[in-house]
């Protein structure tokens, strides 16, 4: 009985592989190690609940980007730290939920948290909300770093997915010792082949991205 499981186990695993598209890997079989925070999975983001298309807290991203996190955590591991995973792979679904969500004005039960000082209306002028999402082509992450030994995140001086301009890596206004933490994260992506979104300390995407014209839309499963 105990074989049949394992088989079944097994079986299932290399099926859920072989839904990708061609070019995507599941994070966790190239870079076990990284640690995932699927915010969108669940209610602990900016709207406030589940979002389409995050049907399961795995992480997937184009084979090469996966690689290049591989070298990104081995590094990190050398100074006893690694990565954690708010956001990979997104399907466009996902990215037409916030797009709606956007829209209604009069829903803002994660403001005070998320967006206190933007007023609603500015998400789009101002960046924060798009048609189109980096991370829907494959090679986009949102991630920070944690200690390993005790899975805390690094102090970056604000939270992830935070609206405002604490969060811009240009940001000044912060402690030694955030300004050595997003200091670290820069420099680390950067030299493994990543480049950094200005308004978002904790967002990256690979520069020789694989899809640069492409956005998928299949589910996280």
């Known amino acids: 009985m105990k074989w049949i499981l394992t088989f079944l186990l097994v079986t299932s695993s290399v099926i859920q592989s072989q839904n990708l598209p061609k070019g995507f890997s599941y994070v966790k079989e190239l870079v076990p190690t990284i640690k995932s925070d699927l915010r969108y999975c669940y209610e602990n983001n900016f709207i406030g609940s589940s979002i389409t298309g995050y049907n399961e807290n795995v992480l997937i991203v184009t084979t090469v980007t996966a690689e290049a996190l591989n070298k990104v955590q081995n590094e990190l591991a050398t100074k006893n730290l690694g990565l954690k995973i708010f956001d990979a792979y997104r399907p466009q679904r996902a990215v037409d939920h916030f797009v709606k969500w956007a829209r209604v004005l009069n829903d803002t039960i994660m403001k005070q948290e998320y967006y206190p000082d933007v007023d609603k209306r ?84 690979l520069k020789n991205e694989p899809f640069p014209k492409t956005y998928f839309d299949f589910s996280i499963n």
């Open 122 to 205: 500015q998400l789009f002028n101002q960046g924060y909300i798009a048609s189109k999402s980096g991370h829907s082509r494959g090679s986009t992450v949102d991630l920070t770093i944690i200690n390993l030994k005790t899975g805390k995140e690094l102090d970056m001086g604000s939270p992830y997915d935070f609206f405002g301009i604490s969060s811009h890596i240009t940001y000044q206004n912060l402690t030694e010792q955030q300004k050595e933490n997003r200091q670290l994260l820069q420099q680390i992506m950067r030299k493994h082949g990543f480049k950094p979104y200005t308004n978002e300390w904790w967002h990256f995407t």
